[in-house]
């Protein structure tokens, strides 16, 4: 069964440091996103991805946010400069339709910042 | 406040018992919504899909209903296992031609089925 992999599980930088968080979309998705969760909170949407660009965004994702999809299969998350605050479970989903089918999340990156 | 609300909070259920989950949105208009479960540590699995002209969609044990005037939703499940205890959420998804299109996810029920 196909699935969104993400890499790695467990990522621990240091405060400042830059991140990038890896995934990969199911194939023939078309809709990538991020979305975080801080422990023992509820999941947050950072970021929607659709033909090369991004679509829609939210709050959280300021300007040490980006994301880039730099070839047909990855899609990635940087963190420019991470604040202690930024630690967190990252989680990628993909979708073949935005708006009415199912997205699958893959298994999450665990970011500690220290 | 937050947008979509979730309730109960926490549920205990002994394993072969029914129960429900609801949840409440003020989010408007919307694209759809659905149900996840969340198993600790895991990536959420979707469950359900409805769009707001649904009412009922089902998933094996797992039904969901939608009342869009009302702005209610729930999650019946049946005959409950072992297997799901796990954080069950709700996603309300704007449409994606406004500007603030995005996911907007409630706090989740934690079910605990007991043997």
């Known amino acids: 069964e196909p699935e969104v992999t993400q890499t790695p599980s467990h990522q621990v930088t240091q405060m400042g440091q830059e991140v990038i968080l890896r995934c990969v979309p199911i194939?023939?998705?078309?809709?990538f996103y991020w979305y975080r969760q801080i422990l023992g909170q509820k999941v947050e949407f950072l970021v929607s991805?659709?033909?090369?660009?991004?679509?829609?965004k939210s709050e959280i994702f300021d300007d040490q946010f980006s994301v880039e999809r730099p070839d047909g299969s990855n899609f990635t998350l940087k963190i420019r400069s991470t604040k202690l605050e930024d630690s967190a479970m990252y989680f990628c989903?993909?979708?073949?339709?935005?708006?009415?089918?199912?997205?699958?999340f893959g298994q999450g990156t665990r970011l500690t910042v220290v | 406040k937050n947008q979509v609300e979730q309730s109960p909070q926490s549920l205990i259920i002994l394993e072969g018992k029914n129960c429900t989950l609801q949840c409440n949105y003020t989010v408007s208009p919307f694209s759809n919504l659905r149900w996840y479960k969340q198993d600790t540590g895991r990536g959420p699995v979707s469950l359900t899909i409805?769009?707001?002209?649904?009412n009922t969609k089902s998933n094996g044990r797992y039904t969901a209903t939608l009342d869009a005037d009302t702005k209610q939703s729930s999650l019946h499940i049946t005959a409950s296992q072992l297997s799901d205890s796990a954080s069950y959420i709700c996603?309300?998804?704007?449409?994606?031609?406004?500007?603030?299109?995005?996911?907007?996810f409630g706090d989740g029920t934690t079910l605990t089925v007991k043997p």
């Open positions: 409805m769009t707001f002209s649904e």
């Open positions: 194939s023939n998705h078309l809709y």
């Open positions: 989903a993909s979708s073949g339709d935005r708006e009415n089918t199912e997205a699958f």
């Open positions: 991805f659709y033909n090369n660009e991004i679509s829609e």
């Open positions: 996603v309300v998804n704007l449409p994606h031609n406004t500007n603030a299109g995005k996911s907007t």
